[in-house]
């Protein structure tokens, strides 16, 4: 049976888009790398300065691993203050993601000393 991706509504065979949404229909529940839709994980959590949260998912990105920082999606209106920042992986990044960050927030500690 074919169905509609967006609003997953399903349709007779020979029925090629959606009525409600327009869309092409699709036959298979096909893995989307929609980010919303996986299930993540968080691998930092600190009331951390900006640049060191755009650090750390710079770092992230660089390595292929998709990340979303909370505080951009608006949890956090108040400044930083209040809300610890937060930056999610996919679940299957997050041990190499983990990895990451330790390695980057041990050197950072080096630096200072
Ligand atoms: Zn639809």
Redesign the pocket.
């Known amino acids: 049976m074919p169905f509609?991706?967006?609003?997953?509504?399903e349709y007779f065979e020979g029925v090629r888009m959606?009525?409600?949404?327009?869309?092409e229909l699709v036959r298979d529940l096909l893995p989307k790398p929609d980010f919303s839709q996986e299930k993540t994980t968080v691998v930092f959590e600190a009331f951390a300065q900006d640049y060191l949260i755009g650090m750390i998912k710079g770092l992230l990105e660089t390595n292929g691993i998709k990340c979303l920082v909370f505080d951009e999606i608006g949890t956090d209106c108040l400044g930083g203050f209040q809300t610890p920042k937060r930056i999610s992986v996919l679940e299957k990044d997050a041990p190499r993601a983990k990895e990451i960050i330790d390695v980057y927030l041990q050197e950072v500690e080096v630096e200072k000393k």
């Open positions: 509609c991706p967006k609003c997953n509504a959606c009525a409600d949404c327009g869309v």
